[in-house]
């Protein structure tokens, strides 16, 4: 290692401090050991020994692990306002389904598939952006998005009521986008 810490020495540190530091990290994240792991690979990058390597670890991994609650919290927040946020609301149209069941719908979508229709949906996003975050062209985020959708409308069994108070069934009745 370019820094003089061979891997004994680490393995040392890890075996002599991991299970507090787990303890101390199980305060504020569900991920302790993803902490511990982080703080020892910082560890390992570091220039010189800190003096104290004990104290050294407990506040990296602190730090590491108010980090991880602060990022799950937002984003199971985000993940409920989203799915509460924006109801795609067409005409003549009444989703039939509650938020519980679009996210388990939207869960069983491919991964590329849910990422365009989140993006597109919630996050307003122009295919051109969508293709950008998934690596593709606008053309594919937009065929992504429309099979998602087409996946989304099959899964949710949309009910649409007409003008006349009718409801139907739809698979072509009811646009959502």
Request: net charge negative; glycine share 6%; with cysteine.
């Amino acid at each position: 290692m370019a820094n003089g810490f061979d891997a004994a020495w680490i393995a040392s540190v890890f075996d002599e401090h991991a299970a507090a530091l787990e303890l101390f990290a199980a305060q504020w994240t569900d991920l302790p050991e993803d902490c511990v792991q982080e703080a020892m690979l910082e560890l390992s990058r570091q220039p010189v020994r800190p003096d104290h390597v004990a104290g050294w670890l407990f506040h990296v991994v602190r730090l590491r692990a108010i980090s991880s609650h602060r990022s799950a919290s937002r984003r199971r927040c985000h993940e409920a306002l989203a799915g509460r946020l924006r109801q795609v609301s067409v005409e003549g149209c009444e989703p039939r389904f509650d938020a519980d069941e679009l996210a388990i719908a939207l869960d069983s979508l491919d991964d590329d598939s849910r990422q365009a229709v989140i993006a597109r949906t919630w996050g307003e996003l122009e295919f051109v952006e969508i293709g950008e975050l998934l690596g593709v062209s606008a053309s594919t985020a937009f065929r992504r998005y429309e099979a998602g959708l087409a996946a989304l409308r099959t899964k949710l069994e949309t009910i649409c009521v007409t003008k006349n108070n009718r409801t139907k069934t739809s698979q072509g009745n009811c646009p959502t986008s």
